[in-house]
């Protein structure tokens, strides 16, 4: 059963597709974002793929940003977490969020399945853009609304209410991107 998506981003020009599709062991997430960062051109080819409970196994991103030929590669194997085969120090990370695309919120908001009134912190891979590092990034995702969660980052430094589909991708995600397809 298939899901897909396309996005208008509302911080900087530019579009974003993704498209989800299970396998018999897991969730495979392929996007392609295309936008400006700073006047220089971006495209962003990538893949997301997670187990049975929506958890990431491994990440790959592809694509150029300007002059700049980007190819990153993340796995998360036996409880470790490697950014191009160096091992990174993301203990109790589950989720591998990717810093320019509003796809990967589905992974959490999947994962954890959360009733109307409840909330959960989980800790994320963060995939940063444009430097390509990967960190920890500590999450509050609560549920309040059927099609509704209250996100937040940074100890609350950044708050979002995210609207997303009967699927989980995120419709509105304001100040970032909204959905015009899906």
């Known amino acids: 059963m298939p899901s897909s998506i396309l996005w208008r981003r509302l911080d900087r020009p530019g579009h974003e597709s993704a498209r989800i599709a299970g396998f018999d062991s897991g969730w495979q997430l392929l996007g392609a974002a295309v936008f ?41 194997e036996s409880g470790r977490w490697r950014l191009d085969a160096e091992e990174v120090e993301l203990a109790g990370c589950v ?14 908001i999947r994962h954890l399945n959360l009733e109307v009134g409840q909330e959960a912190l989980v800790r994320a891979a963060w995939l940063r853009f ?16 059927a099609s ?24 509105r995600y304001p100040g970032f991107a909204e959905a015009v397809s899906g």
């Not at 989720?95 to 959490?108: C, E, G, I, R, Y």
């Not at 444009?130 to 995702?141: H, I, K, V």
């Open 148 to 171: 509704t969660y209250r996100y937040e980052s940074a100890g609350g430094q950044y708050i979002a209410d995210l609207e997303i589909d009967d699927f989980g991708f995120v419709k």
């Open 95 to 108: 989720d591998l969020d990717l810093n320019f695309s509003p796809s990967t919120n589905l992974l959490p």
């Open 36 to 76: 400006l960062d700073d006047r220089r051109v971006c495209r962003l080819d990538y893949e997301v793929v997670c187990d049975s409970g929506w958890r990431t196994r491994t990440g790959r991103v592809s694509g150029w940003l300007g002059d700049e030929s980007i190819q990153v590669e993340v796995t998360f």
């Open 130 to 145: 444009p430097s390509f590092a990967l960190e920890p990034l500590d999450q509050l995702y609560r549920r309040t609304a």
